[in-house]
């Protein structure tokens, strides 16, 4: 299972990027497969930004980015997308993708996880 990150890069503050998340080896279909996102600025712990079910679609957020991200999945390509609006210089991290079986805020329950794309916002 491989899970590529690609998009990453600078952007000013308010701007948009959308971030993508291709995976080779794993197939997204039904139900019990999850997508998430996470970030990690340097010196803080990773933190869950949102999440998807494959299938159903149902999404899943923390409020510190409802309404300004949005996850959303092609299963035709195995590749799920974050689409990020009014970018702040709080939301400067390393993303990192990851794929589960159940779709919580903590890094625990995904177990496969991409290498990173750097988002710099200034």
């Known amino acids: 299972v491989q899970l590529v990150e690609s998009g990453g890069g600078s952007v000013q503050v308010g701007g948009s990027l959308t971030i993508s998340c291709a995976a080779s080896g794993y197939t997204f279909s039904g139900r019990g497969n999850c997508m998430g996102w996470f970030r990690q600025a340097p010196g803080k712990r990773r933190e869950w930004v949102t999440s998807?079910?494959?299938?159903?679609?149902?999404?899943y957020a923390p409020d510190s980015v409802k309404g300004r991200f949005t996850i959303s999945e092609d299963n035709a390509k195995n590749t799920v997308y974050l689409q990020m609006n009014s970018l702040k210089a709080e939301d400067t991290a390393i993303y990192y993708c990851?794929?589960?079986?159940?779709?919580?805020?903590?890094?625990?329950?995904?177990?496969?996880w991409g290498q990173g794309t750097q988002v710099t916002v200034s």
């Open positions: 998807i079910y494959f299938g159903s679609g149902s999404t």
């Open positions: 990851a794929a589960g079986g159940v779709c919580l805020s903590q890094p625990g329950p995904y177990h496969h």
